[in-house]
Protein backbone atom coordinates (compact mmCIF):
# COMPACT_ATOMS: atom_id res chain seq x y z
CA UNK A 1 0.00 0.00 0.00
CA UNK A 2 0.72 3.52 -0.59
CA UNK A 3 1.60 6.19 -2.59
CA UNK A 4 -1.39 8.95 -3.24
CA UNK A 5 -3.34 11.16 -0.90
CA UNK A 6 -5.82 12.20 -2.97
CA UNK A 7 -7.37 9.82 -5.90
CA UNK A 8 -9.69 10.46 -7.97
CA UNK A 9 -11.82 7.15 -9.67
CA UNK A 10 -13.34 7.60 -13.07
CA UNK A 11 -14.52 5.36 -15.78
CA UNK A 12 -13.25 7.13 -18.66
CA UNK A 13 -10.18 8.82 -18.10
CA UNK A 14 -8.30 11.61 -19.14
CA UNK A 15 -6.39 10.14 -22.15
CA UNK A 16 -8.19 8.10 -24.69
CA UNK A 17 -6.69 6.63 -28.23
CA UNK A 18 -7.26 4.23 -31.18
CA UNK A 19 -5.45 2.22 -33.37
CA UNK A 20 -3.86 4.11 -36.74
CA UNK A 21 -3.88 1.30 -39.78
CA UNK A 22 -0.40 -0.35 -38.43
CA UNK A 23 -2.45 -1.21 -35.03
CA UNK A 24 -0.74 0.84 -33.12
CA UNK A 25 -2.77 3.27 -30.58
CA UNK A 26 -2.41 6.69 -31.28
CA UNK A 27 -4.04 9.73 -28.89
CA UNK A 28 -8.11 9.70 -29.59
CA UNK A 29 -10.18 13.15 -29.87
CA UNK A 30 -11.89 15.08 -26.79
CA UNK A 31 -12.57 13.39 -23.90
CA UNK A 32 -15.60 15.40 -23.36
CA UNK A 33 -17.69 15.37 -19.87
CA UNK A 34 -16.35 15.20 -16.58
CA UNK A 35 -12.86 14.02 -17.85
CA UNK A 36 -12.40 16.96 -20.42
CA UNK A 37 -13.09 19.22 -17.43
CA UNK A 38 -11.28 17.10 -14.53
CA UNK A 39 -8.20 17.04 -16.64
CA UNK A 40 -6.49 20.73 -16.58
CA UNK A 41 -7.82 21.05 -12.58
CA UNK A 42 -5.83 18.15 -11.60
CA UNK A 43 -2.77 17.84 -14.32
CA UNK A 44 0.00 18.92 -12.32
CA UNK A 45 -1.51 18.19 -8.96
CA UNK A 46 0.45 15.10 -8.19
CA UNK A 47 -2.86 13.52 -7.88
CA UNK A 48 -3.39 9.68 -8.74
CA UNK A 49 -6.25 9.27 -11.21
CA UNK A 50 -7.45 5.92 -11.50
CA UNK A 51 -9.70 4.88 -14.51
CA UNK A 52 -10.47 2.51 -16.94
CA UNK A 53 -9.21 0.87 -20.33
CA UNK A 54 -12.19 1.15 -22.06
CA UNK A 55 -10.77 0.23 -25.57
CA UNK A 56 -8.11 -2.48 -27.14
CA UNK A 57 -6.73 0.78 -28.12
CA UNK A 58 -6.24 1.74 -24.56
CA UNK A 59 -5.12 -1.38 -23.56
CA UNK A 60 -2.24 -1.28 -25.91
CA UNK A 61 -1.51 2.31 -24.95
CA UNK A 62 -1.66 1.59 -20.83
CA UNK A 63 1.19 -1.59 -21.99
CA UNK A 64 3.10 0.54 -24.08
CA UNK A 65 3.76 2.97 -21.25
CA UNK A 66 1.65 6.02 -23.26
CA UNK A 67 -1.21 6.73 -20.37
CA UNK A 68 0.97 9.29 -18.77
CA UNK A 69 1.02 12.83 -18.19
CA UNK A 70 3.04 15.57 -16.40
CA UNK A 71 2.01 16.06 -12.51
CA UNK A 72 -0.78 12.84 -12.55
CA UNK A 73 0.14 9.70 -11.87
CA UNK A 74 -2.48 7.56 -14.14
CA UNK A 75 -3.52 4.09 -13.13
CA UNK A 76 -4.90 2.03 -15.31
CA UNK A 77 -8.30 -0.94 -14.63
CA UNK A 78 -8.01 -3.19 -17.21
CA UNK A 79 -11.19 -5.34 -16.77
CA UNK A 80 -11.63 -8.56 -18.74
CA UNK A 81 -13.26 -6.99 -22.53
CA UNK A 82 -16.47 -9.01 -22.47
CA UNK A 83 -16.67 -7.90 -18.53
CA UNK A 84 -16.56 -4.65 -19.63
CA UNK A 85 -18.82 -4.62 -22.19
CA UNK A 86 -21.75 -5.69 -19.86
CA UNK A 87 -20.59 -3.43 -17.00
CA UNK A 88 -20.26 -0.16 -19.52
CA UNK A 89 -23.29 -1.15 -22.35
CA UNK A 90 -26.04 -3.20 -20.73
CA UNK A 91 -25.51 -1.80 -16.69
CA UNK A 92 -23.98 2.34 -17.07
CA UNK A 93 -25.15 2.84 -20.53
CA UNK A 94 -28.20 1.22 -21.55
CA UNK A 95 -30.17 0.96 -17.92
CA UNK A 96 -28.79 3.62 -15.30
CA UNK A 97 -28.23 6.30 -17.76
CA UNK A 98 -31.73 5.78 -19.09
CA UNK A 99 -32.67 5.62 -15.31
CA UNK A 100 -31.40 8.81 -14.14
CA UNK A 101 -32.17 10.62 -17.72
CA UNK A 102 -35.81 9.75 -17.96
CA UNK A 103 -35.61 7.90 -21.30
CA UNK A 104 -36.83 4.71 -20.63
CA UNK A 105 -39.46 3.71 -23.35
CA UNK A 106 -41.44 1.84 -20.15
CA UNK A 107 -44.11 -0.23 -22.80
CA UNK A 108 -40.72 -2.07 -23.65
CA UNK A 109 -37.83 -1.33 -21.62
CA UNK A 110 -35.93 -2.29 -19.19
CA UNK A 111 -36.27 -5.56 -19.95
CA UNK A 112 -34.44 -7.02 -16.78
CA UNK A 113 -34.33 -10.79 -18.48
CA UNK A 114 -32.19 -13.48 -16.97
CA UNK A 115 -29.54 -11.66 -18.78
CA UNK A 116 -29.35 -9.02 -16.24
CA UNK A 117 -28.19 -10.47 -13.24
CA UNK A 118 -25.27 -11.62 -15.53
CA UNK A 119 -24.48 -8.33 -16.16
CA UNK A 120 -24.91 -7.26 -12.59
CA UNK A 121 -22.31 -8.96 -12.02
CA UNK A 122 -20.13 -8.13 -14.36
CA UNK A 123 -21.21 -4.63 -13.20
CA UNK A 124 -19.84 -5.78 -9.62
CA UNK A 125 -17.05 -7.30 -10.76
CA UNK A 126 -15.95 -3.99 -12.45
CA UNK A 127 -16.59 -1.76 -9.35
CA UNK A 128 -14.31 -4.39 -7.57
CA UNK A 129 -11.58 -4.12 -9.86
CA UNK A 130 -11.78 -0.41 -8.82
CA UNK A 131 -11.98 -0.37 -5.40
CA UNK A 132 -9.16 -2.96 -5.33
CA UNK A 133 -6.69 -0.49 -7.43
CA UNK A 134 -7.98 2.50 -5.14
CA UNK A 135 -6.91 0.28 -2.26
CA UNK A 136 -3.65 -0.68 -3.28
CA UNK A 137 -2.35 3.05 -4.31
CA UNK A 138 -3.84 5.16 -1.85
CA UNK A 139 -2.31 6.52 1.57
CA UNK A 140 -3.60 5.87 5.34
CA UNK A 141 -6.62 7.72 5.49
CA UNK A 142 -6.03 9.45 1.63
CA UNK A 143 -9.01 10.98 0.33
CA UNK A 144 -10.62 9.46 -2.42
CA UNK A 145 -13.10 10.90 -5.05
CA UNK A 146 -15.27 8.06 -7.23
CA UNK A 147 -17.13 9.78 -9.93
CA UNK A 148 -20.36 8.86 -11.60
CA UNK A 149 -23.48 6.10 -12.31
CA UNK A 150 -20.47 3.87 -13.16
CA UNK A 151 -19.08 3.44 -10.12
CA UNK A 152 -21.61 3.35 -7.25
CA UNK A 153 -20.64 0.47 -5.54
CA UNK A 154 -17.00 1.79 -4.98
CA UNK A 155 -17.74 3.76 -1.76
CA UNK A 156 -19.40 0.68 0.20
CA UNK A 157 -16.57 -1.54 -1.16
CA UNK A 158 -14.15 0.49 0.09
CA UNK A 159 -15.79 1.31 3.35
CA UNK A 160 -14.87 -2.78 3.80
CA UNK A 161 -11.48 -2.75 2.76
CA UNK A 162 -10.31 0.41 3.60
CA UNK A 163 -11.73 2.00 6.56
CA UNK A 164 -9.01 4.42 6.56
CA UNK A 165 -10.00 6.35 3.60
CA UNK A 166 -12.45 9.19 2.80
CA UNK A 167 -14.26 8.97 0.07
CA UNK A 168 -16.69 11.22 -1.78
CA UNK A 169 -19.49 9.92 -4.58
CA UNK A 170 -20.24 12.50 -6.82
CA UNK A 171 -22.90 11.84 -9.31
CA UNK A 172 -22.79 13.85 -12.98
CA UNK A 173 -25.83 13.19 -14.30
CA UNK A 174 -29.21 13.61 -12.50
CA UNK A 175 -30.64 11.36 -10.01
CA UNK A 176 -33.61 9.10 -11.12
CA UNK A 177 -36.85 10.24 -9.52
CA UNK A 178 -38.20 7.28 -7.19
CA UNK A 179 -41.04 6.11 -9.50
CA UNK A 180 -38.87 5.76 -12.12
CA UNK A 181 -35.83 4.57 -10.03
CA UNK A 182 -38.13 1.71 -8.69
CA UNK A 183 -38.19 -0.20 -12.58
CA UNK A 184 -34.65 -1.04 -11.83
CA UNK A 185 -34.51 -4.86 -10.39
CA UNK A 186 -34.79 -3.90 -6.75
CA UNK A 187 -31.96 -5.48 -5.53
CA UNK A 188 -29.75 -3.85 -7.39
CA UNK A 189 -31.39 -0.40 -7.33
CA UNK A 190 -30.98 -1.34 -3.51
CA UNK A 191 -26.94 -2.74 -3.90
CA UNK A 192 -26.47 0.74 -5.86
CA UNK A 193 -28.04 2.76 -2.97
CA UNK A 194 -26.05 1.24 -0.47
CA UNK A 195 -23.26 1.75 -2.06
CA UNK A 196 -23.15 5.21 -2.31
CA UNK A 197 -24.15 6.18 0.88
CA UNK A 198 -21.62 4.03 2.37
CA UNK A 199 -19.05 7.04 0.74
CA UNK A 200 -18.28 10.16 3.58
CA UNK A 201 -20.55 12.15 1.41
CA UNK A 202 -22.57 11.92 -2.08
CA UNK A 203 -22.73 15.34 -3.79
CA UNK A 204 -24.36 16.20 -6.77
CA UNK A 205 -24.57 19.22 -9.40
CA UNK A 206 -28.06 20.41 -7.78
CA UNK A 207 -30.53 20.75 -5.08
CA UNK A 208 -33.00 18.74 -7.24
CA UNK A 209 -31.14 15.79 -8.01
CA UNK A 210 -29.81 15.32 -4.21
CA UNK A 211 -33.60 15.43 -3.64
CA UNK A 212 -34.35 12.18 -5.87
CA UNK A 213 -31.48 10.24 -4.54
CA UNK A 214 -32.70 11.10 -0.97
CA UNK A 215 -36.28 10.11 -1.85
CA UNK A 216 -35.10 7.14 -3.71
CA UNK A 217 -33.32 6.09 -0.37
CA UNK A 218 -36.11 6.82 1.50
CA UNK A 219 -38.39 4.93 -0.93
CA UNK A 220 -36.15 1.78 0.37
CA UNK A 221 -35.84 2.54 4.13
CA UNK A 222 -31.54 3.01 2.92
CA UNK A 223 -29.97 6.01 5.32
CA UNK A 224 -28.80 7.73 2.69
CA UNK A 225 -25.38 9.33 4.63
CA UNK A 226 -24.52 12.66 4.17
CA UNK A 227 -25.04 14.78 0.60
CA UNK A 228 -24.29 17.99 -0.90
CA UNK A 229 -24.72 20.41 -3.50
CA UNK A 230 -21.86 21.30 -5.41
CA UNK A 231 -22.34 22.55 -9.46
CA UNK A 232 -18.99 22.10 -11.20
CA UNK A 233 -18.33 25.48 -13.16
CA UNK A 234 -15.80 26.17 -15.83
CA UNK A 235 -12.13 26.07 -16.08
CA UNK A 236 -11.75 29.92 -17.09
CA UNK A 237 -7.83 30.52 -17.65
CA UNK A 238 -8.07 27.14 -19.53
CA UNK A 239 -10.87 28.24 -21.54
CA UNK A 240 -9.48 31.71 -21.95
CA UNK A 241 -6.05 30.16 -23.40
CA UNK A 242 -7.77 28.28 -25.60
CA UNK A 243 -9.79 30.61 -27.38
CA UNK A 244 -6.47 32.81 -28.06
CA UNK A 245 -5.06 29.69 -29.21
CA UNK A 246 -4.20 29.74 -32.84
CA UNK A 247 -6.46 26.76 -33.81
CA UNK A 248 -9.18 28.33 -32.48
CA UNK A 249 -8.45 31.66 -34.04
CA UNK A 250 -7.73 29.50 -37.86
CA UNK A 251 -11.36 27.18 -36.89
CA UNK A 252 -13.17 30.69 -36.06
CA UNK A 253 -12.10 31.63 -39.27
CA UNK A 254 -13.26 29.04 -41.40
CA UNK A 255 -16.59 29.87 -39.50
CA UNK A 256 -17.07 32.80 -40.21
CA UNK A 257 -16.28 32.12 -43.66
CA UNK A 258 -19.05 29.66 -43.60
CA UNK A 259 -21.88 31.67 -42.33
CA UNK A 260 -20.86 35.08 -43.57
CA UNK A 261 -23.35 37.72 -42.08
CA UNK A 262 -25.87 35.71 -41.45
CA UNK A 263 -26.66 34.62 -37.73
CA UNK A 264 -25.85 31.69 -35.93
CA UNK A 265 -27.76 29.04 -33.70
CA UNK A 266 -25.15 26.52 -32.54
CA UNK A 267 -25.51 23.83 -30.30
CA UNK A 268 -22.56 21.57 -29.11
CA UNK A 269 -23.16 18.35 -27.88
CA UNK A 270 -22.50 14.45 -28.01
CA UNK A 271 -25.04 12.77 -30.20
CA UNK A 272 -27.21 11.44 -27.17
CA UNK A 273 -30.96 10.78 -26.52
CA UNK A 274 -31.04 12.99 -23.71
CA UNK A 275 -29.47 15.97 -25.52
CA UNK A 276 -32.71 16.07 -27.41
CA UNK A 277 -31.53 17.22 -30.83
CA UNK A 278 -34.50 15.69 -32.88
CA UNK A 279 -36.58 18.47 -31.41
CA UNK A 280 -33.81 20.96 -31.75
CA UNK A 281 -34.09 20.33 -35.57
CA UNK A 282 -38.14 20.17 -35.30
CA UNK A 283 -38.37 23.27 -33.69
CA UNK A 284 -35.48 25.09 -36.13
CA UNK A 285 -38.12 23.72 -38.89
CA UNK A 286 -41.21 25.53 -37.03
CA UNK A 287 -39.37 28.34 -36.75
CA UNK A 288 -38.47 29.02 -39.94
CA UNK A 289 -41.84 28.14 -41.25
CA UNK A 290 -43.80 30.85 -39.31
CA UNK A 291 -40.97 33.04 -39.31
CA UNK A 292 -40.16 33.33 -43.14
CA UNK A 293 -38.35 36.48 -42.86
CA UNK A 294 -35.47 34.78 -41.50
CA UNK A 295 -35.05 32.18 -44.25
CA UNK A 296 -31.66 32.82 -45.66
CA UNK A 297 -30.70 34.66 -42.64
CA UNK A 298 -30.00 31.98 -40.39
CA UNK A 299 -27.83 29.11 -39.77
CA UNK A 300 -28.14 26.66 -37.30
CA UNK A 301 -24.44 25.09 -36.74
CA UNK A 302 -24.76 21.60 -34.76
CA UNK A 303 -21.26 20.48 -33.70
CA UNK A 304 -20.22 17.33 -31.65
CA UNK A 305 -19.15 13.69 -31.80
CA UNK A 306 -21.15 10.76 -31.84
CA UNK A 307 -20.76 7.85 -28.69
CA UNK A 308 -21.72 4.85 -27.61
CA UNK A 309 -21.96 3.34 -30.64
CA UNK A 310 -22.35 -0.13 -29.44
CA UNK A 311 -25.71 0.50 -28.39
CA UNK A 312 -28.35 0.49 -30.92
CA UNK A 313 -30.69 3.11 -29.28
CA UNK A 314 -27.42 5.35 -30.16
CA UNK A 315 -27.24 4.31 -34.16
CA UNK A 316 -30.80 4.45 -34.14
CA UNK A 317 -31.22 8.22 -32.92
CA UNK A 318 -28.08 8.94 -34.78
CA UNK A 319 -29.95 8.10 -37.89
CA UNK A 320 -33.20 9.96 -37.36
CA UNK A 321 -31.20 12.93 -36.53
CA UNK A 322 -29.63 12.66 -40.10
CA UNK A 323 -32.82 12.80 -41.34
CA UNK A 324 -34.46 15.58 -39.34
CA UNK A 325 -31.33 17.20 -40.70
CA UNK A 326 -32.25 16.82 -44.33
CA UNK A 327 -35.92 17.48 -44.36
CA UNK A 328 -35.26 20.83 -43.11
CA UNK A 329 -32.42 21.60 -45.48
CA UNK A 330 -34.57 19.77 -48.06
CA UNK A 331 -37.82 22.05 -47.14
CA UNK A 332 -35.92 25.43 -46.78
CA UNK A 333 -32.54 25.34 -47.66
CA UNK A 334 -31.82 27.47 -51.19
CA UNK A 335 -28.36 27.14 -54.15
CA UNK A 336 -26.75 29.56 -51.25
CA UNK A 337 -28.05 28.74 -48.22
CA UNK A 338 -28.32 25.76 -46.29
CA UNK A 339 -30.33 26.09 -43.21
CA UNK A 340 -28.42 23.64 -40.70
CA UNK A 341 -24.82 22.21 -40.96
CA UNK A 342 -24.42 19.16 -38.70
CA UNK A 343 -21.16 18.00 -38.13
CA UNK A 344 -20.21 15.21 -35.60
CA UNK A 345 -17.03 14.26 -37.02
CA UNK A 346 -15.60 15.26 -33.42
CA UNK A 347 -13.36 18.42 -33.89
CA UNK A 348 -12.65 20.31 -31.06
CA UNK A 349 -11.44 22.87 -32.18
CA UNK A 350 -13.85 23.63 -34.47
CA UNK A 351 -16.69 22.80 -31.60
CA UNK A 352 -14.78 25.37 -29.46
CA UNK A 353 -14.81 28.69 -32.00
CA UNK A 354 -18.77 27.95 -32.72
CA UNK A 355 -19.38 28.90 -29.16
CA UNK A 356 -16.98 31.61 -29.34
CA UNK A 357 -19.13 32.94 -32.15
CA UNK A 358 -23.23 31.97 -31.59
CA UNK A 359 -25.48 34.69 -31.93
CA UNK A 360 -27.78 31.83 -29.71
CA UNK A 361 -26.76 29.11 -28.15
CA UNK A 362 -29.20 26.10 -27.89
CA UNK A 363 -28.99 23.69 -24.95
CA UNK A 364 -32.34 21.62 -24.90
CA UNK A 365 -31.55 18.44 -22.64
CA UNK A 366 -34.75 16.89 -21.63
CA UNK A 367 -33.03 15.89 -18.32
CA UNK A 368 -29.32 16.73 -17.83
CA UNK A 369 -26.82 16.32 -15.20
CA UNK A 370 -25.36 20.12 -15.54
CA UNK A 371 -24.64 21.10 -19.19
CA UNK A 372 -21.02 22.11 -18.95
CA UNK A 373 -21.43 23.92 -22.53
CA UNK A 374 -23.97 26.44 -20.85
CA UNK A 375 -21.68 27.33 -18.77
CA UNK A 376 -18.85 27.51 -20.97
CA UNK A 377 -20.42 28.99 -23.98
CA UNK A 378 -21.06 32.46 -22.29
CA UNK A 379 -17.37 32.29 -20.78
CA UNK A 380 -15.85 32.54 -24.19
CA UNK A 381 -18.59 33.82 -26.37
CA UNK A 382 -17.15 37.56 -28.05
CA UNK A 383 -20.75 38.08 -29.65
CA UNK A 384 -23.05 39.18 -27.08
CA UNK A 385 -24.72 35.87 -27.92
CA UNK A 386 -27.87 34.56 -26.36
CA UNK A 387 -28.18 31.41 -24.14
CA UNK A 388 -31.93 29.77 -24.94
CA UNK A 389 -31.53 26.72 -21.81
CA UNK A 390 -33.59 23.94 -21.00
CA UNK A 391 -34.99 24.40 -17.39
CA UNK A 392 -34.35 20.69 -17.64
CA UNK A 393 -30.92 20.88 -17.78
CA UNK A 394 -28.49 21.39 -13.64
CA UNK A 395 -27.31 24.38 -15.31
CA UNK A 396 -30.85 26.21 -15.07
CA UNK A 397 -30.81 26.70 -11.31
CA UNK A 398 -27.89 28.65 -11.25
CA UNK A 399 -28.41 30.47 -15.29
CA UNK A 400 -32.17 31.04 -14.89
CA UNK A 401 -32.20 34.93 -14.63
CA UNK A 402 -30.09 35.69 -17.56
CA UNK A 403 -30.87 32.92 -19.86
CA UNK A 404 -34.10 32.25 -22.28
CA UNK A 405 -35.77 29.25 -20.79
CA UNK A 406 -37.49 26.77 -22.90
CA UNK A 407 -39.29 24.02 -21.94
CA UNK A 408 -37.51 20.87 -23.85
CA UNK A 409 -40.46 18.60 -24.65
CA UNK A 410 -42.53 21.73 -26.47
CA UNK A 411 -41.27 21.78 -30.28
CA UNK A 412 -43.66 25.00 -30.82
CA UNK A 413 -42.14 26.78 -27.54
CA UNK A 414 -38.67 26.16 -28.47
CA UNK A 415 -39.26 27.26 -32.33
CA UNK A 416 -40.90 30.68 -30.49
CA UNK A 417 -38.12 31.07 -27.83
CA UNK A 418 -35.86 30.59 -30.76
CA UNK A 419 -36.84 33.43 -32.67
CA UNK A 420 -37.21 35.68 -29.59
CA UNK A 421 -33.36 35.06 -28.99
CA UNK A 422 -32.45 35.64 -33.11
CA UNK A 423 -34.66 39.18 -32.72
CA UNK A 424 -33.45 40.31 -29.39
CA UNK A 425 -32.43 44.03 -29.23
CA UNK A 426 -28.33 44.73 -29.23
CA UNK A 427 -28.83 46.21 -25.35
CA UNK A 428 -30.58 43.42 -24.24
CA UNK A 429 -28.63 40.92 -25.38
CA UNK A 430 -25.58 42.50 -24.25
CA UNK A 431 -27.71 42.95 -20.82
CA UNK A 432 -27.90 39.37 -20.67
CA UNK A 433 -24.62 37.99 -21.89
CA UNK A 434 -22.88 40.31 -19.65
CA UNK A 435 -25.03 38.80 -16.96
CA UNK A 436 -24.50 35.28 -17.71
CA UNK A 437 -20.76 35.93 -17.80
CA UNK A 438 -20.82 37.43 -14.19
CA UNK A 439 -22.92 34.29 -12.67
CA UNK A 440 -20.33 31.70 -14.76
CA UNK A 441 -17.53 33.12 -13.00
CA UNK A 442 -18.89 33.26 -9.93
CA UNK A 443 -18.00 29.65 -9.72
CA UNK A 444 -15.10 28.00 -11.36
CA UNK A 445 -13.87 24.20 -11.48
CA UNK A 446 -11.79 24.87 -8.79
CA UNK A 447 -14.59 25.56 -6.29
CA UNK A 448 -16.03 22.65 -7.19
CA UNK A 449 -12.98 20.13 -6.43
CA UNK A 450 -12.70 22.60 -3.08
CA UNK A 451 -16.23 21.83 -1.81
CA UNK A 452 -15.62 17.74 -3.01
CA UNK A 453 -12.41 17.88 -0.62
CA UNK A 454 -14.27 19.63 2.18
CA UNK A 455 -17.14 17.32 2.18
CA UNK A 456 -14.47 14.79 2.52
CA UNK A 457 -13.02 16.49 5.51
CA UNK A 458 -9.58 17.26 4.11
O1 LIG B 1 -22.64 13.45 -17.76
C1 LIG B 1 -21.88 12.58 -17.02
C2 LIG B 1 -20.85 11.88 -17.87
O2 LIG B 1 -20.05 11.03 -17.11
C3 LIG B 1 -19.95 12.81 -18.65
O3 LIG B 1 -18.67 12.78 -18.24
C4 LIG B 1 -19.98 12.28 -20.04
O4 LIG B 1 -20.51 13.25 -20.87
C5 LIG B 1 -20.86 11.08 -19.98
O5 LIG B 1 -21.52 11.09 -18.80
C6 LIG B 1 -20.11 9.80 -20.11
O6 LIG B 1 -19.84 9.57 -21.41
P1 LIG B 1 -18.97 8.34 -21.86
O7 LIG B 1 -19.82 7.13 -21.72
O8 LIG B 1 -18.68 8.65 -23.28
O9 LIG B 1 -17.77 8.34 -21.01
Redesign the pocket.
Known amino acids: MGGADLVIA???GPLSFSLDSSGEPVAAGS???????LHPLLAGSGATWVACA?SEADRRAADAGLMSQPGLDLVTVQPDPDTYAMA?DVV??STL?FCHHHLFDLVRRPRSGRRWSEAWDAYRAVNTSFASTVADVANEGATVLI????LCLVPGLLAKQRPDLKTVHFT??PFADPNIFRVLPTSSGRELLTGMAAATACGFHTARWEAAYLACCKDMAIDPGPTFVSPLGPNQPHLEARAASEACRAARARIDALVGDRQVVVRVD?VEPSKNLLRGFWAFDEFLETHPEWRGRVVFLALGYT??ESLAEYLAYGTEVEHAVTRVNERWGTEDWRPVILDVADDPDRSFAALTRYDVLLVNAVR???NLVAKEGPLVNDNDGVLVLSREAGAFEELQDAALAVNPFDVADTADVLAEALAMAAGERARRAGHLRDIVMKRQAGDWLADLLAAAGS
Not at 147 to 150: K, N, S
Open positions: SNRAGGLAGAMYSNWQDYHHTRSRDGL
